[in-house]
């Protein structure tokens, strides 16, 4: 599908509308693709996930997605998908789908042409990366989302040849 692209890369680089943040549900920065978007996009960043209301200490539940202004980076957005913890949240193949259709209904809200995800919960969240790029792949390729270019910046060559795979075995026959 020509509306799906896998990148090995740095995704704080990306030039698209809205750039996902692997988040936590405190959204105030963490360690992995989170710390690196915060850093790259300086204090405004955390300044916008400060003012997203708390609830039970939770600005964003598990499978859910917020967003905010992009601070220094080259996107409008940034938008914060919290997916689920592996082996604790459940179901977890769910909420990781819903974490990635309310990041993509959010871009569209936003009037976003392009959006760049991350492997959201496969991180020190241990979501099995093969399981993972399934669901994002099925996620992605619904109808509703053929509109916006979207693009998986896998920062290491494993973890985008796991992406490709399963866009191919996706697109295939």
């Not at 740095?10 to 978007?37: F, H, K, P």
């Not at 200490?57 to 499978?63: S, T």
């Not at 993972?132 to 910046?153: D, I, L, N, R, T």
Request: net charge neutral.
């Amino acid at each position: 599908m020509d509306t799906i692209k896998i990148v090995q890369g740095d995704i704080t680089t990306a030039e698209v509308d809205a750039i996902v943040n692997a988040a936590n549900s405190r959204m105030l920065g963490g360690g992995g693709v989170d710390g690196a978007i915060h850093r790259a996009a300086g204090p405004k960043l955390l300044e916008a996930c400060k003012k997203v209301p708390v609830e039970n200490g939770i600005r964003c539940p598990a499978g859910e997605a917020r967003i905010t202004v992009a601070g220094n980076l080259k996107a409008k957005y940034v938008i914060h998908a919290v997916g689920p913890r592996y082996g604790v949240d459940k179901p977890a193949d769910r909420l990781l789908a819903s974490a990635y259709q309310n990041s993509l209904d959010l871009a569209v809200s936003h009037g976003c042409r392009s959006i760049a995800f991350p492997a959201i919960s496969c991180g020190v969240y241990g979501y099995p990366p093969q399981k993972a790029a399934v669901v994002a792949v099925s996620v992605c390729m619904q109808p509703e989302y053929e509109p916006v270019m979207k693009y998986f910046y896998l920062f290491s060559e494993d973890m985008a040849a796991i992406w490709a795979a399963a866009l191919e075995n996706r697109e295939a026959p």
